[in-house]
């Protein structure tokens, strides 16, 4: 099974979604690091990830072969991460064929509403435990 782990930015939310998803799945999945920039690329990379790609087309192309997709919301909000989702960005994440894991993260353009407000560090691990379930196969 292959694991999409995108993020943006630094990567700081996806390098903790790495190194939860290494520790809980061991070899049972390939983890892949896909960043919007080279920052964010390296450092997933460096948390766990088995191997990485930079930028629009790279996530284009990359986002075919997954299984599962996670990261913030974002990653399906054109524009969103202060303009690092482009719109083809979001765009192939939302219509991948690929089961999507997004952890909800307020940004200045948008509010997600209906969400009880806790710690993103909680988000994360359930984010985690979610990917943990449908590699297991008990939620595909």
């Known amino acids: 099974m292959l694991i999409a782990v995108i993020d943006g930015m630094g990567g700081g939310l996806g ?19 896909l960043g919007t920039n ?3 690329t390296n ?23 997954a299984d599962v997709v ?13 303009g690092e989702i482009t719109p083809k960005i979001a765009e192939a994440v939302a219509s991948s064929d690929a089961h999507k ?3 909800p993260v307020n940004q ?23 990917v943990n379930e449908l590699v297991q196969g008990k939620s595909w």
């Not at 191997?51 to 192309?61: F, I, K, P």
């Not at 996670?70 to 202060?82: D, K, R």
């Not at 509010?111 to 691990?125: A, C, Q």
């Open 15 to 33: 390098v903790q979604l790495v190194t939860q998803l290494s520790a809980q799945l061991g070899q049972k999945a390939d983890i892949i690091a």
């Open 38 to 40: 080279a920052l964010a």
């Open 43 to 65: 450092n997933m990379v460096r948390a766990g990830a088995m191997r990485g790609a930079t930028g629009e087309n790279a996530v284009v192309v990359s986002i075919r072969k």
């Open 70 to 82: 996670v990261g913030p919301i974002g990653i399906i909000i054109p524009n969103s991460l202060m």
């Open 101 to 103: 894991v997004l952890v």
């Open 108 to 130: 200045s353009h948008f509010d997600i509403v209906g969400l009880e407000s806790r710690p993103l560090v909680v988000s994360i691990k359930e984010a985690a435990a979610k």
